[in-house]
């Protein structure tokens, strides 16, 4: 068993707060806390972080990614390794990162549920972690959180921490050109740099949880499926077309293939697929959907950044920080106009239009316009990059440049 040391407690902690918040609450519960996202988004070094504060528990940590645990992928022998841990007379607390990597895991985790023996937290790079199926399966006995990298104002604290003092401005165009990753940040690398290690941690993710998971025999199809959705980040996406499109390309692919290995990347939590909600009919149009990144740094490590995809880059980082305060996100259709993004929360929506700048009558009539005829009285934005002097609120709608967005506390209070 890894044994860790409580000098990284508040590494990156008071940086990630609005996560703490979310899992405090259930510290110490019977349930077991499954926390999920990409890979190297900071899921345990949150946990660890948070209950290492507590120097009365006996913490049981095994972090599968390391070489040196890797007989605990056996059930059997994690499960006598985790009995023979516990202490009787403290706290037990059992930390297992990347549990997808442990054979039979969903069973091991019931088993330990029912006997009540100790603290469970999980973390996962698999987004099957947060389906019906898994909670079903434990008789819901689960709490979950997903965690994302950096927003804004997180990347902001990390700057202030880790970075050469940039304005609010420059960190959002670090944002732009390198993404989130927590490591990119603590490091504070050049862009070249960072940009270098989130190729490393692409293929890690594309080798680990997809190639070896599912035992992948394409790996060049694959790989070509990402470089699509990296390349149409904000579009609307067709699954259909983009077996076409690699097939005259000369891959040699079909339409199954294709939606089998975009469902692998999804599962990786590299890539989100976010439905279209009809606004009217008040229902999911599963025929319609957009894939956002889990990160644009992984856009620009594999493409390189390039101004002209700036509107796709504001609807990612938009996504992504939607995400990060809890909310869940579609695609909007309002009588056959689309609004970039309806997220809700505890039954509360808030719409958004976002756009690089309102140059004309014609583009702020199509912003606005969508947005118009949504008939309640929950907020609703138009998010410019830049927010000209012109730029004005109109018939309720909020237009709010978007740092300005991204650093609001409350959606709700604009």
């Known amino acids: 068993m890894l044994k860790t040391k409580k000098g990284i407690a508040n590494h990156g902690l008071r940086s990630r707060e609005a996560y703490i918040g979310r899992i405090a ?15 190297r988004s ?18 049981l940590l095994y972090d599968m990614e390391f070489w040196s645990n890797r007989k605990y992928r056996d059930p059997d022998i994690l499960y006598r390794s985790i009995k023979e841990s516990l202490d009787p007379g403290r706290t037990n607390v059992l930390i297992i990162d990347e549990v997808q990597d442990v054979n039979e895991w969903e069973e091991l985790i019931r088993s330990l ?16 972690l947060l389906s019906g199926e898994f909670a079903t399966y434990l008789g819901g006995r689960i709490n979950t959180i997903q965690v994302c990298t950096l927003s804004l104002r997180e990347c902001i604290l990390f700057d202030e921490k880790y970075g ?3 304005s609010d401005d420059g960190i959002l165009e670090k944002l732009f050109r390198v993404g989130g990753f927590p490591s990119v940040w603590v490091a504070d690398y050049q862009e070249s740099d960072a940009l270098s290690e989130i ?35 904000g579009n609307v996406s067709s699954l259909n077309s983009m077996a076409r499109t690699l097939s005259s390309s000369g891959k040699g692919v079909n339409k199954d293939l294709v939606y089998e290995y975009a469902g692998y990347l999804e599962a990786a939590c590299l890539v989100d697929r976010v439905e279209t909600y009809d606004v009217k009919g008040k229902d999911i149009l599963t025929s319609k959907y ?22 796709g880059y504001i609807e990612n980082i938009i996504y992504l920080d939607l995400k990060s305060r809890g909310y869940r996100i579609w695609v ?5 106009m689309e609004v970039d993004f309806i997220a809700m929360k505890e039954g ?6 976002a756009t690089t700048a309102l140059e004309s009558e014609d583009v702020v009539n199509r912003e606005f316009g969508n947005l118009k005829g949504i008939d309640d009285n929950y907020p609703k934005y138009v998010v410019v990059l830049n927010k000209g002097q012109l730029d004005s609120d109109i018939d309720g709608i909020h237009c709010i440049g978007l740092k300005d967005f991204l650093l609001l506390e409350d959606l709700q209070r604009p």
Not at 332 to 336: E, L, R, V
Not at 348 to 353: C, R, T
């Open 42 to 59: 900071g899921k345990s070094t949150l946990i660890k972080g948070l209950l290492l504060l507590n120097t009365d528990c006996n913490i």
């Open 164 to 166: 050469s003092g940039l």
């Open 348 to 353: 509360k929506p808030v719409y958004i239009q």
């Open 290 to 311: 957009k894939y956002y990144l889990a990160d644009v740094g992984i856009r620009n490590a594999l493409l390189g950044f390039r101004a002209s995809d700036i509107p």
């Open 25 to 39: 609450p259930f510290v110490g519960n019977s349930n077991a806390k499954v926390v999920t996202g990409v890979r």
């Open 199 to 233: 190729r490393d941690i692409v293929q890690s993710i594309l080798m680990m949880n997809v190639v070896r998971r599912y035992k992948v025999k394409r790996a060049d199809v694959l790989e070509s499926i990402l470089m699509f959705m990296c390349d149409n980040i």
């Open 113 to 128: 549920i029912a006997e009540r023996c100790c603290d469970i937290y999980l973390t996962g790079s698999n987004s099957k």
């Open 332 to 336: 909007g259709n309002n009588n056959g």
